[in-house]
C-alpha cells in the first residue's frame, strides 16, 4: 500500500509535466472563468483545447484514428491532476466530449463521425446535451419535446418544444436532444435522439437566471426545427437505449462539489470572535462539526485514492466512487451555512469588499442548492446506490405500460 | 497509485473470513453472550492462536510472523465482521503495541514471545470513573515499584494475564505493567453493554510493576497506543458495519410489507444508501490509516483520528438501522442485530469517545494551520 505511481505511470507524468510547462499559461489574466462564458474565456478555452488535442492530449482515451492518444484512464487521471496545478482556462467541452461525441461515435453513420469529431476535439465545435425538460428533470423518459415527420414526405423530421437546464446552449454549436415520437407508445418506447445545429433559426437559447446570480445554464425553445432523418442517432423511437449511453458518461462526467472547505472554515474560526470574545474555533460545537467535515473530506479523498487504485491496476473501479457528491454537495451548503452563522449578525453581509474571504461562503451558500440537484439529486443518487449498488427492487412504477398521452401530468 | 491491500494480504483475509465462518458463527457468540460464566470463547482463542494471529505483526526475532500491520487490518476487519468473543485487541492492539512502541529490551523479550504463543492476555486499565481520564483526575498512584488504585472499567481485566495500567509516580503519570495474577490483584466482573466481551473492576493493593518508557510519558504513550489501536479497531468497525449493511439488505429483500417486499420503498432503499455511504467513507478513511500505522508516518495521529471517527459514526449507525429496518423481530434477543448494536458501543467507547478524538484532530488541524 502506498501512493507512488508505478514505473510507467511515473514516465507518463513526467511527460505530461514537460508538455505542460513548455506550453500551459503561467498566469491566469484578470478573475477565473471556469465555464469560458466570457467571449475573451471562450477564445482562450478554445486555443487551449486546441494545444492539448494537437499534442494528443484532449481525448487520451480515444483511439488515434479520432484524435485521441489510445491511452488508459490512469493517464488521463494523471493529466488531469497536473492540468489543475496550471492557471488553464475553463472548460466548456466536456459534456460534449465526455457525453455528446461518444453518442455521436456510437450511433452515427461513418460521414457524420468524421465531420463532426475532429472539430470538437480541436475545441472548435461545442456540443450541449438537451434532456431535462420543464416537466422532467430526473425523469428524463418524460420528455415531452415533440418530434414528427415533415408532411411533405422528404423524411425529415419537425420538432417543437422546450428544454431546460441547458448547460452551455449560449454557446454551443452543436446539440443532441431527445423527443417524443410516438406518443401512443409507453414513455421509454416512444423517443428518438437526434443531433441538431443550435445556430437554426428555430432553435432560440435564452439564460435562466438562477438563485445564485449566476446564468450557466439556459432555456432552449425549439420551434418547427426542421431536421434531416440523416440527424438521427439510433432507431426510431429508440432513443431511451441511446440516452443510457448518454448518461453512463455523465456520470464519469460530473464530480463532486466544491467551493470553501474545512480549511476555510478553521481558518475563518480562528480569526472570528466567538462567544466570550475568544476565537470562533473554540467553541465546542463548532469543533465538533470541523472534525466531522474534515473525516468525510478525508473520507472522498481516499476513496478517490481506491478508485486510482483500481484504474492503475486495468481494473474497473468499484461503485464506491458513486458516493462523492452525496456527501460533497451537503457538506458544501452546511459547512457554508455554519461559515455565514459563526459571524453571527454580519453573516448576512454578502459584499466580497466586506464579508471574510471576499464572501467565498455567502457564495457556497446560494450555489449549494444548485449542486444537490445538479447531475442527479441527492434523492436519484441514493436510489442508483440502493438498486445498482445494492441491488435492491426498482420502484414500483404506474407509467410504465401504459401509452404516454395517457399518463397524468399534473403541473 | 497504489491504495489497496495487497494480493497476498486479500487472500488471508479471505482465509480469516472462511476460518471464523467457520469456528466462530453468531451461535458460538451467543454462548458468550448467554452463559454468565463464560467470559470469552476460550475455544476459539486457542484455534486463532494457532492461525499465527496474535504474532503477526510481532518481529520474528520475538518469535512473530513478522508481517506487517496490514496483515493486522485485515485479520481485524474479519474479527469484527464475526463480532468475535476474544480478547484480540486487548492483547494485540493495545498490550503488543505497547510494549513493541516503548517496552526496553528485556520487557520485549520476556512478553512479545509469550503474546505470539498466547500464553498472555492483555489489558489496558486507563478508566477509573464515570468521563475522561486526565492527569488531573489520574488517582491511581506507583511508589517504590508498588501500584496502588482502582481501575474501572477494564476491557477483559477478569481474564487478562498482564494490564497496562495508567498511574502517577512521583505526580508524574506513566504507564505501568502489572502481572494480573499477583495475588495483590482483586478483580470483579462487571456488566457492560456488551456481555460477549469481558470487563472488570481491577483492584490493585501493592500490586508489583514495571515501568514502561520514560518517567512522566504517560500520556503520550497512551495517546500513541491508542493510534495505533484506533486504526486497528476501525478495521473492526468497518467488518461489523458492512454485516450489518448485509443482514439490513438480505432482510429487505425478504420481508414483505402492504403488498411488496420492503427493500421497493425508498425510505428504506435511502436508509441503505447512507448505510452504505457512511461505511465506504470509513473503509477509505480506515485505508489511509492503515498506511499511515504500517510507514510510521507522521500523519498517523491525524489519520488515526479520522479513521476512529469515521469508524464510530459507520458502525453505530450501520448497527442501529439494521435493526430498524428489521423492524419489531429486530428488537429480540434471538436476532442478531443487537450483537452489532452492542459491539458498536463497545469498540466506540474502549479507546476513548469519539467526542474526544474530534477534539484531538481538531486541535491537531489548529497546531497545522496556524504553523502554515
Known amino acids: 500500500m502506498d501512493f507512488k505511481d508505478t514505473p510507467e505511470e511515473a514516465a507518463y507524468r513526467q511527460q505530461v509535466r514537460e508538455w505542460l510547462n513548455a506550453n500551459a499559461p503561467k498566469k491566469r489574466e484578470g478573475e477565473p472563468d471556469p465555464l469560458g462564458e466570457s467571449s475573451d474565456g471562450l477564445a482562450a478555452s478554445k486555443a487551449w483545447q486546441a494545444k492539448k488535442a494537437a499534442a494528443g492530449y484532449a481525448c487520451i482515451t480515444w483511439p488515434k484514428e479520432w484524435g485521441g492518444q489510445g491511452g488508459n484512464p490512469i493517464q488521463q487521471v494523471i493529466f488531469n491532476q497536473e492540468e489543475s496545478a496550471f492557471p488553464t482556462p475553463g472548460n466548456p467541452f466536456q459534456i460534449g466530449l465526455g457525453m455528446c461525441v461518444p453518442t455521436v461515435m456510437t450511433f452515427a453513420d461513418e460521414e457524420t463521425k468524421k465531420r463532426f469529431v475532429g472539430p470538437a476535439i480541436r475545441g472548435e465545435e461545442i456540443w450541449c446535451q438537451l434532456f431535462s425538460e420543464p416537466s422532467g428533470g430526473s425523469d428524463v423518459a418524460g420528455a415531452r419535446t415533440r418530434a414528427e415527420r415533415a408532411p411533405d414526405g422528404s423524411g425529415d423530421w419537425i420538432i417543437n418544444g422546450q428544454k431546460v437546464w441547458t448547460t452551455g446552449a449560449q454557446f454551443s454549436d452543436f446539440g443532441i436532444v431527445i423527443c417524443r415520437t410516438n406518443p401512443d407508445a409507453p414513455k421509454h418506447k416512444g423517443m428518438t435522439m437526434f443531433w441538431i445545429d443550435m445556430k437554426d433559426p428555430g432553435v432560440e437559447v435564452r439564460p435562466i437566471h438562477q438563485m445564485s446570480g449566476g446564468s450557466g445554464f439556459n432555456e432552449v425553445f425549439f420551434t418547427d426545427l426542421r431536421v434531416k432523418d440523416s440527424q438521427r442517432l439510433g432507431a426510431v423511437d429508440d432513443g431511451w437505449r441511446v440516452s443510457l449511453v448518454t448518461l453512463m458518461n455523465e456520470r464519469l462526467a460530473v464530480g463532486g462539489a466544491s467551493g470553501a472547505g474545512w480549511s476555510a472554515f478553521l481558518e475563518s474560526a480562528r480569526q472570528t470572535p466567538g462567544l466570550d470574545g475568544g476565537a470562533a474555533i473554540k467553541d465546542q460545537a463548532l469543533r465538533e462539526k470541523l472534525a466531522d467535515w474534515y473525516v468525510q473530506a478525508e473520507g472522498l479523498k481516499h476513496t478517490r485514492n481506491r478508485t486510482m487504485t483500481a484504474l492503475s491496476k486495468g481494473e474497473t473501479p468499484g461503485p464506491e466512487s458513486s458516493i462523492g457528491k452525496i456527501i460533497s454537495a451537503v457538506q458544501m451548503q452546511e459547512l457554508a451555512n455554519s461559515a455565514v452563522e459563526m459571524l453571527d449578525q454580519y453573516g448576512i453581509i454578502n459584499d466580497p469588499s466586506l464579508a471574510p474571504l471576499r464572501g467565498a461562503f455567502q457564495a457556497s451558500l446560494m450555489s449549494a442548492p444548485g449542486m444537490r440537484i445538479a447531475g442527479g439529486t441527492d434523492e436519484i443518487l441514493r436510489n442508483i446506490i440502493a438498486e445498482r449498488v445494492l441491488g435492491l427492487p426498482g420502484d414500483i412504477r404506474v407509467d410504465k405500460d401504459v401509452a404516454f398521452k395517457d399518463l397524468p401530468t399534473g403541473r | ?372
Not at chain 2, 503474546?115 to 477509573?128: K, L, P
Not at chain 2, 477483559?156 to 490483584?185: C, Q, R, W, Y
Not at chain 2, 490509516?289 to 449507525?317: D, H, K, M, Q
Not at chain 2, 442501529?320 to 459491539?343: A, V
Open chain 2, 1 to 372: 497509485m497504489n491504495f489497496d491491500f495487497s494480493d497476498d494480504q486479500k487472500f488471508l483475509k479471505n482465509e480469516a473470513r472462511k476460518f471464523l465462518e467457520a469456528q466462530c458463527p453468531t451461535s458460538r457468540v451467543r454462548k458468550v453472550l448467554d452463559e454468565d460464566a463464560k467470559s470469552y470463547d476460550e475455544d476459539l482463542w486457542k484455534a486463532v492462536g494457532e492461525q499465527g494471529w496474535f504474532g503477526a505483526a510481532i518481529p520474528e526475532e520475538y518469535n512473530g510472523l513478522g508481517l506487517g500491520r496490514l496483515e493486522l487490518c485485515v485479520i481485524a476487519e474479519e474479527l469484527g465482521r464475526a463480532v468475535a468473543p476474544i480478547p484480540f485487541a486487548s492483547t494485540v492492539y493495545f498490550l503488543a503495541e505497547g510494549i513493541m512502541l516503548a517496552g526496553s529490551e528485556e520487557q520485549k523479550a520476556y512478553l512479545l514471545p509469550r503474546i505470539a504463543a498466547g500464553e498472555v492476555i492483555g489489558a489496558m486499565a486507563v478508566s477509573e470513573g464515570p468521563g475522561v481520564t486526565t492527569a488531573s483526575t489520574l488517582q491511581a498512584t506507583v511508589e517504590g515499584g508498588k501500584l496502588n488504585g482502582v481501575k474501572l472499567p477494564v476491557t477483559d481485566g477478569d481474564i487478562a494475564t498482564v494490564a497496562l495500567v495508567l498511574a502517577k509516580e512521583n505526580g508524574k503519570p506513566g504507564l505501568f505493567i502489572a502481572d494480573l495474577t499477583d495475588p495483590s490483584v482483586t478483580r470483579e466482573a462487571l456488566k457492560t453493554l456488551d456481555p460477549t466481551r469481558d470487563a472488570a473492576r481491577l483492584t490493585f493493593k501493592d500490586a508489583p510493576v514495571r515501568r514502561l518508557g520514560e518517567a512522566g510519558q504517560g500520556f503520550d504513550l497512551l495517546e500513541q497506543i491508542n493510534d495505533r489501536a484506533a486504526v486497528l479497531l476501525a478495521f473492526e468497525q468497518c467488518g461489523g458495519a458492512d454485516r450489518c449493511l448485509e443482514m439490513a439488505k438480505s432482510y429487505a429483500l425478504e420481508r414483505y410489507a402492504f403488498g411488496r417486499v420492503i427493500g421497493s420503498y425508498q425510505a428504506i432503499k435511502h436508509k441503505l444508501a447512507d448505510i452504505y455511504v457512511k461505511n465506504e467513507l470509513a473503509r477509505s478513511n480506515a485505508y489511509y490509516g492503515a498506511w499511515a500505522l504500517n510507514t510510521g508516518a507522521a500523519e498517523l495521529p491525524v489519520a488515526a483520528s479520522a479513521a476512529r471517527i469515521a469508524g464510530c459514526e459507520a458502525y453505530w449507525f450501520a448497527s442501529k438501522e439494521n435493526i430498524q429496518t428489521h423492524g419489531g423481530i429486530g428488537f429480540t434477543w434471538e436476532m442478531d442485530c443487537h450483537l452489532h448494536y452492542r459491539r458498536s458501543r463497545q469498540l466506540s467507547l474502549v479507546a476513548g469517545a469519539p467526542r474526544v478524538w474530534k477534539e484531538r484532530l481538531v486541535s491537531q488541524l489548529e497546531r497545522r494551520n496556524a504553523a502554515a
